[in-house]
DNA sequence: TCTTGTAGACTTGTATACAAGTGTATCTGT
DNA sequence: ACAGATACACTTGTATACAAGTCTACAAGA
């Protein structure tokens, strides 16, 4: 397991959840894999209990499951699991892209923009981890111009099973199409067009799909 | 605080989780309250660590606001928060829907008729807290005829504000409406009916909107 | 009267000891 | 050689001690 700094004023618990989590997506802790609470609090050099509250909150996303007095392991990636995820992506990212044509907040319209430009900056430099993250915030701030940031936290809790699915596919030439897919979308939000905003968004999860199976082929073992 | 029984195999953290859910949905821990980890343990007969886990997982779904080394209180009744749980199950509930009215499991259609039978029985009885737990599973049997449990799993993290607020709106006359609406919901998913069964869930949902008003001027003390 | 500081009783955060269950390797007896 | 008992090294679950921050009441001094 990487294991990073500890930021300043952040707690041991917030300490321990941010290491485990963004592990399991990097896939530095494989799919499968046995989670000791013993090993990580001393690789952490903090003690057991926040380390074991940051493994119980990660096992309410179904993402680490704990067998009592056996141990707890990083869940297999579950089809079904990612099927559902996509699901619940879709049909909020919809819902929320509905209503920011409707009325999106117009400071936060002004990130987007600074947000899309970063993208293209990235793109050409073909800076995969950094758009890696625009991606992310990009979406956070398509709830926030919604007023639905609460809804956007219940997305982020279940969509850790898509992003470690996305880990394992990330191609330079599918960038350049999630950043046009983006530009797009900002459009239709501009031009209050629903029905273009939802047809991208459906076309933005689609390009996922595709090297699903290939994953699988390629890494039958993380697989359920 | 009411505190029930440990059930049988239950670890003490599940045991605390209910038990706190419990008394804030009912309203038996009034919004605003102070949750003390030390009371709640002794309460209980359990010590303090998996009283404090419970108290973390609650505060994820923003319903116990826990303020290091000052206290945790049960949050006031937020109406944006409410407001974006009634967004997020309308969203859900009709996109639920929809996948069991183009194909809803054999198996789970039984029990929801089984289901609908019993809300007959105890509407006549005017049992309203056996209403409201046949209106959960009846809600949840829905996403199990459509495979999409787990979503159901993120939809009841939320939910708990909606509940708390449907506690101070039970109104006898109105369980006759929201028992009709499930036989209406049932009939649609059999007719394979979209239009009608996601009409429904708007009607359904909008009787609590009614009277939020009323609840606000009569306990202003919980509201934020 | 008002300010200030200080003691003390809280709070949550963290560390650690122990309880209890599970799996494995090994030893023992047949 | 094989079956079964057993010790041991793990695991998570729980209890408890202590650390550190916060708020309040109250007394001392200007």
Redesign the interface.
């Known amino acids: 397991m990487k294991d990073t700094e500890r930021l300043a004023g952040e707690?041991a618990?917030d300490f321990a959840f941010r290491v485990l989590k963004d592990n399991i997506i990097s896939l530095d802790l494989v799919p499968g894999s046995l989670i000791s609470e013993n090993d990580i609090s001393s690789q952490l050099g903090i003690s057991r209990?926040p380390v074991r509250?940051a493994i119980?909150?990660l096992s309410?996303a179904?993402i680490i499951e704990i067998y009592?007095q056996r141990g707890s392991y990083v869940s297999l990636i579950d089809p079904k699991?990612v099927e559902?995820?996509r699901?619940?992506r879709r049909?909020?990212d919809c819902?929320v892209i509905k209503v920011a044509c409707e009325s999106a907040d117009p400071d936060v319209l002004e990130k987007i923009e600074e947000n899309l430009s970063l993208q293209d900056f990235y793109l050409v430099r073909e800076a995969a981890d950094k758009i890696l993250d625009l991606d992310n915030e990009f979406h956070k701030l398509i709830y926030t111009a919604a007023?639905?940031?609460?809804?956007y936290e219940?997305r982020s809790?279940?969509m850790i099973h898509f992003d470690r699915v996305r880990t394992l596919s990330v191609e330079a030439v599918k960038d350049m199409k999630i950043v046009a897919d983006h530009h797009a979308m900002y459009n239709a939000i501009l031009n209050h067009d629903k029905e273009t905003a939802v047809a991208l968004v459906d076309k933005h999860l689609s390009r996922y799909r595709l090297d699903e199976s290939k994953i699988k082929e390629e890494f039958p073992e993380y697989f359920k």
Not at 147 to 151: E, L, N, P, S
Request: hydrophobic content about 50%; aromatic content about 4%; glycine content about 0%.
């Open positions: 707690t618990r209990t509250e119980i909150d309410k179904s009592p699991m559902e995820a699901f619940l049909v909020l819902a007023h639905k940031d609460i809804v219940i809790t279940i």
